[in-house]
């Protein structure tokens, strides 16, 4: 395991990416600094890490849990006096995308979430300065409901029609970063999509052992699309039929992690303890999904 990059690309905002996905735990170097960093512990190859009131060097200490390790690490970051004279001249960047999309289609089930490229002052925003629209014989007009979701984004709580094209507009000002930087004025178009979009997946399992399990379906790319978790006990039957929902067509494949430690997530073993990685089972023979049809598909798990 060893560090690639680390970069603070525009004030506000670093990344430190490792060559593998591993937990990564992030403090500050300085105790001062810590109400100036927020960042999201996790399992990744890279660490996105927010500061403010910081200038000319951020220096972090990136600790690895699973491999009871940690990495000091120095990044260079803007000065103070550069820091202000955009500030004066309006040129820090402050930009936000509506997630998740796939080009301009929204999923109509889902709460799509606000993310913004940096630390927002979630205690801060103006409802009345973003608009929430959509067309049918006229244009409706609407305002737009938030909900906090972390320290750089927001759930976009509105309920969404199937089918409908929309419009959100939030005016300039409408957000500030941690810093006091407004957004400027943005216009994000989409459309919701409608159930006859999507396929269903049936899948028969017969699994190998009364072990817990999680059970992925990947695309082409070996990206989770989905995921359900199997909990098993002496009584329950190998047989398991699990139904996933509101899939995209195309071709997919079954993956099975074998969850001994039922933390619901892969383990990658550790070396030093001479602990083995959790097992996987997959399945190399693609499932074709069409959209407005259920499929179905068996397998025996070994």
């Known amino acids: 395991m060893f560090l690639k990059k680390s970069i603070s690309p525009y ?4 990344y430190i990416t490792y060559n593998k996905e591993q937990k990564n735990v992030v403090k500050p170097y300085y105790a001062n600094q810590v109400d100036n960093i927020k960042s999201i512990d996790e399992v990744n190859d890279t660490c996105m890490v927010y500061y403010k009131d910081i200038f000319d060097t951020l220096r972090l200490v990136i600790q690895h849990p699973d491999r009871n390790t940690s990495d000091t690490i120095s990044i260079s970051v803007m000065s103070k006096e550069r820091f202000e004279r955009l500030k004066t001249e309006k040129k820090h960047i402050v930009s936000v995308d509506l997630k998740p999309m796939e080009g301009n289609r929204l999923d109509y089930f889902v709460n799509p979430v ?6 927002i002052d ?14 049918t014989d006229s244009l409706i007009k609407t305002g737009v409901q938030l909900s906090k979701k972390g320290d750089n984004a927001f759930v976009l709580a509105n309920k969404l029609m199937q089918n409908t094209n929309y419009e959100l507009i939030l005016n300039k000002g409408a957000f500030k970063t941690s810093i006091g930087i407004e957004n400027d004025s943005v216009k994000i178009s989409f459309k919701t999509s409608e159930p006859s979009d999507y396929a269903t997946l049936n899948t028969k399992l017969l699994l190998p052992k009364k072990e817990n399990y999680i059970v992925q379906v990947v695309n082409d790319k070996e990206v989770v699309i989905a995921e359900q978790y199997v909990e098993m006990s002496l009584t329950t039957s190998a047989e398991q039929l699990l139904k996933f929902k509101n899939m995209l067509p195309g071709n997919y494949f079954l993956k099975v992690i074998e969850d001994k430690n039922q933390n619901r997530k892969w383990d990658t073993g550790n070396i030093l303890l001479q602990k083995q990685p959790e097992t996987i089972y ?5 499932v074709k999904l069409l959209a407005d049809w259920d499929s179905e598909t068996e397998w025996k798990v070994e």
């Open 11 to 14: 004030y506000g905002v670093a």
């Open 282 to 286: 997959f399945n190399v023979l693609a």
């Open 122 to 135: 979630v205690t801060n925003y103006d409802v009345s300065k973003m608009i929430l629209q959509y067309k």
């Open 114 to 119: 606000l993310v913004f490229n940096n630390w």
